[in-house]
């Protein structure tokens, strides 16, 4: 690997402050991540990725530019820095990290092994206004945690606004694992429906949050902090077996309710034993199998593993439908669908909206429904809100749905009492 390169963090920051007090004009600092080495080192061995890593340290330097000159460190077994001068402005310090991501994507070839690293950049940018080092290097890695929660390939800028972002996802995920160990989180019901009777086929189980001082998160902002720290796994069966204690005392109250539909993540299906934590929470909630639905992420499907397909397969055989939850959206193939042994897709809700209006989303709902039918696969309409959007729904061949036309979420209670005066 070529060099010189600065070889902590310490001696990182103590360059860049020799750089700003005898500067004109602007810095960047720019992060780079490699996001792969345990995997790299498992498959290939030390040497060889030890290799790799010099082949990606000498195109990072390569790519940095003679402005880096011997600023450039390694901040860790993984991670390269370095301190760029004279780009001009913020849109070209973006370029350079684009640039960077799109060059460091190229295959690298080690010991006739060709492969493409997996990587994130963080980058921060200062026209000279008093940032001291520490400041910018650390703008630089919440940049580069910003991307990385966008997944490999990715690249941010800083901006201000991403440290008051980032400080409330620290601040949701200690909180949400407090309120994940003294069960804070609730569960919250909605009827999924005949389209033609209103009837309810199944019930969805929604998990929902009310924090102590922020008040009440949206799913979309603390199932993907759950997702990315692993919180999901006892999160999603705290899930599952309150859905089933609830639906188990609707019996027990003389109501007749459809099967609960639970949400299940690929960390929870990656780990072993998913298959008898589920039976456990059946038997102790004294539900059959046929009683339970578990949703499954259309992005789920590309993450299979053969261990996740064996454990899918015996859910099934159990008796338990799956269901490939926002279908539409993800990149899932026809072979996923072929091969895994699900029940239903559930078209996601961004093709319902404008169903009654735009003719392309009708098309593709119907062409959803044909294909779905070929694979004797049953289709579900999310996020209904429109007598319009049913009608056009059943036209387009799909006889099953929910969304707030028919019933928001609602607590345990409130469920309990529309199933018992409305039967739904």
Not at 165 to 184: F, H, K, N, T
Not at 356 to 364: H, L, T
Request: aromatic share 6%; with cysteine; glycine share 10%.
């Amino acid at each position: 690997m070529r060099g010189p390169w600065l070889q902590d963090r310490e001696s990182f920051d103590a360059a860049l402050a020799v750089h700003l007090r005898g500067r004109s004009g602007d810095t960047t600092v720019i992060v780079l991540e490699l996001m792969d080495l345990p995997d790299l080192a498992g498959t290939y061995g030390s040497h060889t990725t030890l290799a790799i890593l010099g082949e990606a340290g000498d195109r990072f330097l390569e790519i940095a530019g003679p402005g880096a000159g011997d600023l450039t460190a390694r901040l860790g077994e993984s991670r390269f820095a370095a301190i760029v001068t004279g780009l001009g402005n913020r849109d070209m310090a973006f370029r350079l990290a684009r640039r960077l991501c799109r060059e460091m994507a190229r295959p690298i070839t080690v010991r006739d092994v060709r492969l493409a690293p997996t990587f994130c950049v963080g980058a921060s940018y200062s026209e000279g206004h008093g940032e001291t080092a520490t400041e910018l290097a650390d703008q630089a890695e919440t940049a580069l945690a910003e991307a990385r929660r966008h997944g490999p390939g990715a690249f941010c800028l800083f901006s201000p606004d991403m440290e008051d972002r980032m400080r409330r996802r620290m601040l949701l995920r200690g909180s949400l694992q407090y309120a994940i160990d003294v069960q804070g989180l609730h569960v919250h019901y909605q009827p999924i429906v005949d389209l033609v009777t209103g009837r309810a086929r199944a019930i969805e189980a929604l998990a929902r949050w009310n924090h102590p001082e922020l008040g009440a998160q949206s799913p979309a902002d603390f199932i993907p902090t759950a997702e990315s720290s692993g919180m999901i796994v006892a999160l999603g069966e705290q899930m599952l077996r309150r859905a089933l204690k609830d639906r188990q005392g609707w019996c027990r109250a003389g109501l007749d309710p459809p099967p609960v539909a639970v949400n299940v993540s690929a960390h929870q299906l990656q780990r072993p034993g998913f298959v008898e934590m589920a039976t456990r929470a059946l038997a102790e909630a004294e539900a059959r199998p046929e009683d339970l639905e578990l949703e499954l992420t259309e992005g789920t499907l590309i993450e299979t593993t053969d261990a996740m397909l064996e454990q899918l397969g015996l859910l099934s055989r159990m008796g338990i439908a799956l269901t490939v939850d926002d279908f539409g959206t993800g990149f899932s193939s026809l072979r996923y669908l072929r091969d895994m042994p699900v029940k239903r897709l559930k078209i996601d809700q961004y093709f319902i909206r404008d169903i009654g209006d735009d003719a392309r989303d009708f098309s593709i709902v119907r062409a959803i429904v044909a294909m779905a039918g070929a694979l004797k696969l049953e289709v579900v309409a999310e996020g209904i809100e429109t007598d319009t959007q049913r009608v056009k729904l059943l036209e387009a061949g799909c006889r099953v749905g929910q969304g707030y036309f028919f019933a928001q979420p609602m607590a345990e209670a409130a469920f309990a009492a529309r199933l018992r005066d409305a039967g739904v």
